[in-house]
């Protein structure tokens, strides 16, 4: 089933059950030279029946078809091993690619995560939908950055690089017909999720600063990789802005009680979930949640406005 949007672009919309994101918004560009798809859904039967489906009926011929991946959740790019054939290009940012294409990342993210509180829990990563529907196979990938041109039909695409959801988080946006394909960097109805497991950068000050590159544009349209198209994005880039502030004036107040791990913290926030109490939330939310905190903390702790304590076994942050 697709929805066509413009002359020569559609959507598919990919279910992706069980999950708060409810579907993914793939993109197909259908020509008569090449076709292209942007972000493809995770890697399960579900997301790719819903594709071979889609593409059927637009009759799409897949040795005709190259990929663009926003960014390397799997939701966005579970399926290139499926889609992509000897004849496709694949594009994604060398940052994100490298992170598809590795295996060691999610140890490190938990011995981190016991660092911020979590449980020892290995169904955290077990039962994470970025671990169990990736990509399976080495994609070789062909690298894009920021200013590069990805021309289709009539439209020509500039890759804006906006780290903070992922670091390596491109959107597409062609400035002639105003129209910005935002991946999860700017969401209609819901946030993207700004996550930290490491001490090494801050994700937020990046997201922030993204949005900022973004704010200028001359933009009528917005194709976001989740829920509804939306036309209002300064309004919805200044949403995000004080949505962020609100969260981080959250932490603060939690805070005010003393020194207290993300995962603690994380236990105290109100999170827009239908579960009335934090231990009703699956392990996976759980682990959504603290990521959250502690890339807020990271971007506290920039600003000067708390100060982290570190043993072998726990880091905790304290008002300044």
Same mark, same amino acid.
């Given at each position: 089933?697709?929805?066509?949007?413009?002359?020569?672009?559609?959507?598919?919309?990919?279910?992706?059950?069980?999950?708060?994101?409810?579907?993914?918004?793939?993109?197909?560009?259908?020509?008569?030279?090449?076709?292209?798809?942007?972000?493809?859904?995770?890697?399960?039967?579900?997301?790719?029946?819903?594709?071979?489906?889609?593409?059927?009926?637009?009759?799409? @011929?897949? #040795?005709?078809?190259?990929?663009? /991946?926003?960014?390397?959740?799997?939701?966005?790019?579970?399926?290139?091993?499926?889609? #992509?054939?000897?004849?496709?290009?694949?594009?994604?940012? &060398?940052?994100?690619?490298?992170?598809? @294409?590795?295996?060691?990342? $999610?140890?490190?993210?938990?011995?981190?995560?016991?660092?911020?509180?979590?449980?020892?829990?290995?169904?955290? /990563?077990?039962?994470?939908?970025?671990?169990?529907?990736?990509?399976?196979?080495?994609? @070789?990938?062909?690298?894009?950055?920021? @200013?590069?041109?990805?021309?289709?039909?009539?439209?020509?695409?500039?890759?804006? $690089?906006?780290?903070?959801?992922?670091?390596?988080?491109?959107?597409?946006?062609?400035? #002639?017909?105003?129209?910005?394909?935002?991946?999860?960097?700017?969401?209609?109805? /819901?946030?993207?999720?700004?996550?930290? $497991?490491?001490?090494?950068?801050?994700?937020?000050?990046?997201?922030?600063?993204?949005?900022?590159?973004?704010?200028?544009?001359?933009?009528?349209?917005?194709?976001?990789?989740?829920?509804?198209?939306?036309?209002?994005?300064?309004?919805?880039?200044?949403?995000?802005? &004080?949505?962020?502030?609100?969260? #981080?004036?959250?932490?603060?107040?939690?805070?005010?009680?003393?020194?207290?791990?993300?995962?603690?913290?994380?236990?105290?926030?109100? $999170?827009?979930?239908?579960?009335?109490?934090?231990?009703?939330?699956?392990?996976?939310?759980?682990? %959504?949640?603290?990521?959250?905190?502690?890339?807020?903390?990271?971007?506290?702790?920039?600003?000067?406005?708390?100060?982290?304590?570190?043993?072998?076994?726990? /880091?905790? %942050?304290?008002?300044?």
């Amino acid at each position: 089933m697709f929805e066509k949007i413009a002359p020569d672009l559609y959507k598919i919309e990919i279910p992706l059950p069980g999950n708060p994101l409810k579907a993914l918004n793939s993109y197909v560009f259908k020509t008569n030279d090449r076709n292209l798809i942007i972000d493809t859904g995770m890697n399960r039967p579900e997301c790719l029946d819903a594709m071979m489906t889609g593409l059927k009926e637009l009759d799409i @011929n897949l #040795a005709k078809t190259d990929l663009f /991946i926003t960014h390397m959740h799997a939701d966005h790019s579970g399926l290139i091993s499926h889609l #992509a054939t000897d004849t496709s290009t694949v594009y994604c940012s &060398q940052l994100d690619g490298d992170i598809i @294409n590795s295996k060691d990342d $999610w140890n490190d993210m938990l011995d981190f995560a016991k660092l911020s509180g979590f449980p020892s829990d290995e169904d955290a /990563i077990r039962l994470h939908p970025g671990f169990k529907y990736r990509t399976h196979k080495e994609v @070789n990938f062909t690298v894009v950055d920021e @200013n590069d041109l990805i021309s289709i039909g009539d439209y020509s695409f500039q890759c804006v $690089w906006t780290p903070g959801h992922t670091p390596g988080h491109l959107c597409l946006y062609d400035e #002639a017909k105003k129209i910005l394909i935002s991946g999860d960097h700017i969401l209609g109805r /819901i946030t993207p999720n700004i996550s930290l $497991w490491s001490d090494d950068h801050s994700p937020l000050d990046e997201y922030l600063e993204s949005l900022n590159k973004i704010y200028p544009m001359e933009i009528d349209l917005v194709l976001p990789a989740h829920r509804s198209l939306f036309t209002n994005c300064r309004e919805r880039i200044q949403q995000l802005r &004080q949505h962020h502030d609100n969260r #981080a004036s959250e932490i603060l107040s939690i805070l005010q009680s003393g020194p207290r791990n993300a995962f603690y913290i994380a236990s105290q926030m109100k $999170w827009d979930l239908n579960f009335k109490h934090w231990d009703q939330f699956p392990i996976t939310q759980k682990w %959504f949640a603290t990521g959250e905190v502690i890339a807020h903390l990271k971007y506290l702790e920039n600003l000067g406005e708390v100060y982290r304590s570190q043993t072998p076994q726990e /880091i905790t %942050f304290s008002l300044k």
